[in-house]
């Protein structure tokens, strides 16, 4: 049986786009970013492991221990999706951190007007490799391609016990719109 692979994505990339991204390459410590390919899709569950872990201990009233096999296999959905993408980084020829994005356009509703927007679900660094610029790196990768594919607003969640991401992200300028409050 020959393996599926995911179809490539062609796109027009301008060549201020390759001139940014080249330039991250130089910033970042020569931190290459791109899209997944689907022989990664393992060590990125290594990596996603690692931030479930994170949420476990954060809020273990509502995340379960262990990295079942449900969420192992999302990474598999993600990337067969044709409204989702996995970016990552490298240094040194090892994959050091990831974003898993979606590509979400609401129509208008009776509460809210249509719009569409760029999504970072999932967003990781190894933790050897933190404080080096990868997760910058990453974010700046996604700022071009969510520009590149139309998108002029990027969106993330983040938990209010994960104060260094909420940090790192604040630093990289995403400001809070919502809350979600509980008892």
Not at 21 to 36: G, P, T
Not at 143 to 168: C, H, M, P, T
Request: overall charge positive.
């Amino acid at each position: 049986l020959q393996e599926r692979q995911k179809p490539q994505k062609f796109r027009l990339i301008s060549l201020q786009h390759l001139l940014h991204v080249s330039r991250i390459n130089l910033k970042m410590n020569n931190i290459i970013v791109r899209y997944a390919k689907k022989d990664e899709l393992l060590r990125i569950n290594e990596m996603r492991a690692e931030v479930n872990e994170l949420h476990v201990n954060g809020r273990p009233d509502i995340f379960r221990p262990g990295f079942r096999t449900e969420l192992q296999q999302r990474i598999y959905e993600v990337f067969d999706s044709d409204k989702a993408d996995i970016i990552v980084a490298e240094c040194g020829g090892t994959l050091c951190g990831f974003a898993t994005v979606e590509y979400i356009d609401r129509p208008e509703s009776a509460y809210g007007n249509a719009r569409s927007f760029y999504h970072i679900e999932e967003f990781g660094v190894d933790e050897a490799f933190r404080r080096m610029g990868v997760a910058s790196a990453i974010v700046e990768f996604c700022k071009g391609e969510a520009k590149a594919k139309g998108y002029n607003r990027i969106e993330l969640g983040v938990w209010e016990f994960n104060d260094s991401a909420i940090q790192f992200y604040k630093a990289a300028g995403f400001q809070t719109y919502r809350r979600l409050m509980q008892l």
